[in-house]
């Protein structure tokens, strides 16, 4: 079966299709649905950018969807950049970018106090409208630099709870196992197996 992501970032969908692999269902990104629309993310929450995304691309092709929005929530930064987190250093900058302007921020705060972390909806709705959301977190520290090559976005600076290495330098192996995404996932992959079977 298929699963419509209703995203254009094909890193999500390679991470996503490497969690639903041995499920039985084969994702498909929106770029691969011709005139699919594009949707503004300008919801308050990660629930509200999520739930727009699926029900967008729901009624467009009649299949079902998965949305997901995510974001990174800095103690520090009263929960900056969280919903802004891809546009924090504004639209069109680069990973690189958006992670200079945090660490900027960050300059003269203690370790103790770089808490942070990982947040993930992702909202499933299936041919007949039914909707379902699930939420996972990673909790962790921003590091002090950026540090390894895996993953995209943050995974540079993002140090999870119990190791010493980020995200990008754990690889996805580990962040597959521990991330925010894969914490929602785990809840969907089992809502999906119970709706499959």
């Known amino acids: 079966m298929k699963l419509l992501l209703a995203t254009r970032n094909r890193n999500k969908v390679i991470e996503m299709q490497h969690?639903?692999?041995d499920t039985g269902w084969q994702v498909v990104m929106l770029s691969d649905?011709?005139?699919?629309p594009d949707v503004e993310e300008d919801g308050a929450t990660f629930k509200d950018n999520a739930l727009?995304?699926?029900?967008?691309?729901?009624?467009?092709?009649?299949?079902?969807?998965?949305?997901?929005d995510s974001g990174l929530e800095i103690d520090a930064l009263g929960g900056e950049p969280g919903v802004r987190s891809a546009r924090y250093a504004g639209e069109g900058a680069t990973d690189a970018e958006r992670i200079r302007k945090v660490l900027g921020h960050l300059v003269s705060v203690r370790d103790e106090q770089r808490t942070a972390r990982f947040r993930c909806l992702m909202?499933?709705?299936?041919?007949?409208?039914n909707e379902n959301c699930f939420e996972g977190?990673?909790?962790?520290?921003?590091a002090h630099r950026a540090a390894g090559?895996?993953?995209f976005g943050y995974d540079p600076?993002?140090?999870?709870?119990?190791?010493d290495q980020t995200f990008a330098e754990l690889g996805l192996g580990?962040?597959?196992?521990?991330?925010?995404?894969?914490?929602?996932?785990?809840?969907?992959i089992d809502y999906l197996r119970k709706t499959k079977g």
């Not at 727009?52 to 997901?68: C, D, I």
């Not at 909202?123 to 409208?129: K, L």
């Open 157 to 163: 600076i993002f140090i999870p709870d119990g190791y």
């Open 33 to 36: 649905i011709v005139g699919a």
């Open 52 to 68: 727009k995304k699926a029900r967008s691309a729901a009624r467009f092709s009649h299949r079902w969807t998965l949305a997901e």
């Open 19 to 21: 969690a639903l692999e």
């Open 149 to 151: 090559s895996s993953g």
């Open 123 to 129: 909202c499933v709705i299936d041919p007949a409208g």
């Open 174 to 188: 580990a962040k597959s196992k521990i991330s925010h995404r894969a914490r929602a996932l785990e809840q969907l």
């Open 137 to 142: 977190r990673c909790e962790g520290r921003i």
